[in-house]
């Protein structure tokens, strides 16, 4: 059972908000990542932390910004959000070597309307 | 780079049929192989995995054997349920220094009707 929590799990904000999606987990993982889900379901990495005060931008592209000030905690923010952020975001931890398995969060659906 | 490719959807069986999602993966020295389910409104959970060749991973009847010389990772389950509808995606993890990120397929929507 993985111990990785995001909130909120659903979200519909108006265009221009700043928004926190929170990430936390609580089994000492020192990697964690963001992924972006699109609507034809592919995952998009964009914003992934080897640890304290290190993060680093993913694949795709993304006006989201990150942060690792703790261990346990990888928030990601919108300082201004559009339509174009509406998304599914999952957060994701592991730790060690190649074969440990990365565990996922439930996700956040964000809508911008 | 590496790269995952596998069965596009969507794929619709009857109750107890035989499920087959391929899988074939690119990717340098020996990679870990995984399988992630996503029921809907959910996030990914870790299905099964394998870490070596020849290795089978196995859970809730689902099966997936490590092929090295056909670079493959097939997902199997002989008897499908209604219960087993969500979407699957098929991932490596690379064996390199610093291999700490996944690289995905772009998942199989699977649905099993009565």
């Known amino acids: 059972e993985a111990d990785i929590y995001q909130t909120p799990r659903y979200l519909v904000i108006g265009t221009g908000k700043k928004i926190t999606l929170e990430c936390s987990q609580t089994m000492g993982h020192d990697k964690m990542y963001w992924y972006q889900q699109d609507p034809g379901m592919e995952l998009h990495l964009i914003h992934y932390s080897y640890g304290v005060n290190s993060t680093e931008k993913g694949d795709l592209s993304s006006e989201s910004t990150v942060s690792r000030i703790r261990t346990e905690h990888f928030p990601l923010t919108l300082e201004s959000a559009r339509p174009s952020h509406t998304s599914q975001y999952l957060c994701a931890s592991t730790d060690g070597s190649s074969g440990n398995t990365i565990y996922f969060g439930e996700g956040s659906w964000l809508t911008v309307v | 780079g590496n790269s995952v490719t596998q069965m596009e959807g969507p794929v619709t069986l009857s109750e107890e049929a035989f499920l087959t999602i391929n899988c074939t993966y690119t990717?340098?020295?020996?990679?870990?192989l995984f399988w992630y389910v996503q029921y809907p409104g959910e996030g990914l959970q870790l299905l099964l995995k394998a870490t070596k060749a020849d290795d089978k991973g196995s859970n809730k009847g689902f099966e997936a054997t490590y092929r090295k010389e056909t670079t493959s990772f097939h997902l199997e389950k002989g008897s499908v349920q209604v219960s087993d509808s969500a979407v699957y995606f098929c991932a490596l993890r690379g064996s390199g220094a610093g291999s700490y990120q996944l690289t995905f397929g772009k998942g199989t929507k699977l649905s099993v009707i009565p």
């Open positions: 990717a340098t020295g020996y990679p870990s």
